[in-house]
Structure formats: structure tokens, C-alpha cells
């Protein structure tokens, strides 16, 4: 049975075309995925990230829980309300998930992870936390929306009043909970998925329609799943499933940076990290091609090493070229193509991101 957010009449309201989404019926766009996507580069656009799945860990061994399940030391965080990002692995080093860890006090954090992976990464977590003295709990209550733009910060703290004064003050990747706002307890954090400045501001279902009918008088556009994945791609962040799995490790996935072999901390997939440090079997690489044409999933790549795929591929509305993420050998790649309906199409390998401060990056 498809699964529908609090937001959904909302969302229908305004004239989205619904789609299936890991089986949640969710917005693709309003109208123009393309002018969504500008929006969020040049003003502020909001998402309906309520199909996430938030995780709350309680409890005296909640640390010692998260040095063992995720790749990325907790211990990096000292004060409440600090995110990290990370992976958690299989014993095997494969990716089981990508998520936030938040910090919110000695005896509190919160995991936000993927919607199409809820069912495994719950079961994963429970299992794993069965050693510890930590209680996980599920927050199927609350609705999530993300504001991203370069006006996105300024507008929400703007429609917050008095606690704007709060989350106007945040870092990136940290995070204030709220009580008793305007919208209800808020538990509001400057992180994001489009590589532009914002919140992901996580409410009560009892008042989501409320904030998101306020953000949207207040000039934020909404924006839908297409916007998402095309701003998300341009900022070089990967999607689980389609860029990482459990047949990869964070080696693999050029996440290699949410990795740290801190000394006699055992964590899961371990072994096998530490004998990828100085080398993985695989690369992901970021692809551009000048040529006209769209880079899909699954297209072959031809490297000097061997035969790769791309992974995500989407026509970039910021650059005006298709761009995409592939696996490939590990090594100099020298001359690519993609076989694109039998012809060898010549593509460049750029770092990413492909766009940074809502402009194609130096190189790209």
C-alpha cells in the first residue's frame, strides 16, 4: 500500500504530479522541475522530506553504540547539537545506509536515514544495539520539510520570530531543538541535500501543514523530487541505491572522508576499510559530456583500466550539459566514453561538485 505524508493534500493543492517513490506517493514537480531547480539555486525552494525516517537513541551506552555502528566517529562530536555524516556498514564494510547522526546530549541522538531503506535500517539498528544500553525508538509523528536556498535561511528565521534568532545563529551541520514555537516543538538543522544553505526542519505532524502553508506565503516554492535529485547530483552528493549499496564501501563511493580509522575503536566493516585505505578495487568519478545528450544509469564507460557504468546521470539545468556519477577501475582513467545506443560518446573527468555557490565549478 503506497504511503502518503501529512503534506499530501497540500501538495495536490497546489498542482503536483504524484509519483511512486519507494512506495510513497510523493510530489515529482509542480509544473517546471526546471524552474524549481532555479528557484532553489537563486532564491529558496522547500521539499517535503517526511517519507525520512528519524531515529531517536537514548540511553547511557548510546555512544558506545554509534563507535560501533557507523564508519564515521562520533567522538568527533563535542557539543549538543553537532551532525555528522556517515555510513553504517555491514561486517562486511558494504553500505547498509547513508545518515546524519546529531549529538543532542550525552543520552540523546538522532539518526535521520533513508525512506526507501526504513524496514532494513531499522532492523539493522535494533540488532546492532542489542549489546547496548540504548533504547531506539521511531518518530513516525514527525513531518520533515527542507528550505534550501540562498534566502532560505534568512526567511525561516524571519517566520520564527523570537526562536529565529536561534537557528539564524546555527553552523552548518548543527543543530537547536525548539520548544513551544509558533509551529510547535521544532527540531530545526542547517544541513540539506541541493549543496545550497538552509534547514531541514523537522515538526509535529499536528502543525507541518501549518509551517509549509507559511513558508509558502512567505515566498518559499515548493519543489519536488525532480528538482531534488538534478540539485543534489549538480552538488556532487550521492544517492543510496543508485550510488552506493551494500556490494560498495565508502572507498568505492568517494566517501572515503566519513571514514575514520580512529585507533581501537572496532566498528563494523572495519577489516575491510582499513585494508582499502591505500587503495580501493573501485573509483567514482564525476562525469561531463559537451556533446548533446543526456547521461542515464547503466550506460557502459570505457576507461583505459576497463569497463565501468554510470551511476546517477541527469542533464545539469546549471551548467546547460549532462553530468553523472560513475564507478569505474581504480586508477588513472585517461580518455572516457559512454556508449550511448552504440556510439562512443568522448566525456571529461571533473572533480565534484559540478556546481558550487550556485555556479558551475572551476574545472567543470
Request: charged share 25%; glycine share 10%; with cysteine.
Amino acid at each position: 500500500m503506497t504511503q502518503k505524508t501529512i503534506l499530501n493534500d497540500a501538495h495536490r493543492a497546489l498542482g503536483a504530479r504524484m509519483v511512486d517513490f519507494g512506495g510513497w506517493d510523493m510530489p515529482l514537480n509542480y509544473g517546471s522541475q526546471i524552474e524549481e531547480h532555479h528557484h532553489v539555486r537563486r532564491d529558496a525552494g522547500m521539499f517535503d522530506v517526511s517519507h525520512m525516517t528519524v531515529v531517536d537513541l537514548r540511553g547511557a551506552g548510546t555512544r558506545d553504540f554509534l563507535r560501533r555502528l557507523v564508519a564515521n566517529s562520533v567522538d568527533k562530536l563535542k557539543v549538543p547539537g553537532k551532525a555528522l555524516y556517515t555510513c553504517m556498514l555491514t561486517l562486511d564494510g558494504g553500505i547498509v545506509d547513508d545518515l546524519i547522526v546529531y549529538f543532542m546530549a550525552d543520552d540523546w541522538f538522532r539518526l535521520v536515514v533513508n525512506a526507501a531503506t526504513r524496514e532494513k535500517d531499522l532492523a539493522w539498528i535494533a540488532a546492532q544495539a542489542a549489546d547496548f544500553d540504548v533504547a531506539v525508538t521511531e518518530r513516525p509523528e514527525l513531518a520533515m520539510i527542507a528550505v534550501q536556498g540562498p534566502q532560505a535561511r534568512d526567511t525561516v528565521a524571519t517566520l520564527l520570530g523570537e526562536d529565529g534568532k536561534t537557528v539564524a545563529k546555527l553552523g552548518r551541520f548543527a543543530a537547536a531543538a525548539l520548544e513551544g514555537t509558533a509551529f510547535g516543538d521544532l527540531f530545526v538543522a542547517r544541513t540539506g541535500y541541493t549543496g545550497e544553505d538552509g534547514f531541514e526542519i523537522v515538526v509535529g505532524e499536528s502543525h507541518a501543514v501549518a509551517l509549509w502553508t507559511a513558508l509558502h506565503e512567505a515566498g518559499v516554492a515548493p519543489a519536488g523530487l525532480g528538482a531534488r535529485d538534478t540539485l543534489r547530483l549538480e552538488a556532487g552528493l550521492a544517492l543510496y541505491g543508485q550510488d552506493m549499496d551494500e556490494s560498495v564501501s565508502p572507498f568505492e563511493a568517494a566517501l572515503g572522508w566519513t571514514v575514520a580509522l580512529d585507533a581501537d575503536r572496532a566498528f563494523n566493516g572495519r577489516a575491510l576499510l582499513e585494508s582499502q585505505a591505500e587503495g580501493a578495487p573501485r573509483q567514482m568519478i564525476g562525469l561531463v559530456m559537451d556533446d548533446k545528450g543526456v547521461l542515464r544509469h547503466g550506460q557502459t564507460v570505457a576507461t583505459a583500466n576497463g569497463a565501468g557504468e554510470i551511476l546517477s546521470g541527469t542533464f545539469s539545468p546549471t551548467i546547460g550539459k549532462a553530468i553523472a556519477f560513475a564507478r569505474v577501475p581504480a586508477g588513472e582513467p585517461g580518455e572516457v566514453t559512454v556508449d550511448i545506443r552504440g556510439r562512443q560518446v568522448p566525456v571529461r573527468v571533473v572533480k565534484f561538485p559540478f556546481v558550487k555557490n550556485g555556479q558551475p565549478a572551476d574545472g567543470v
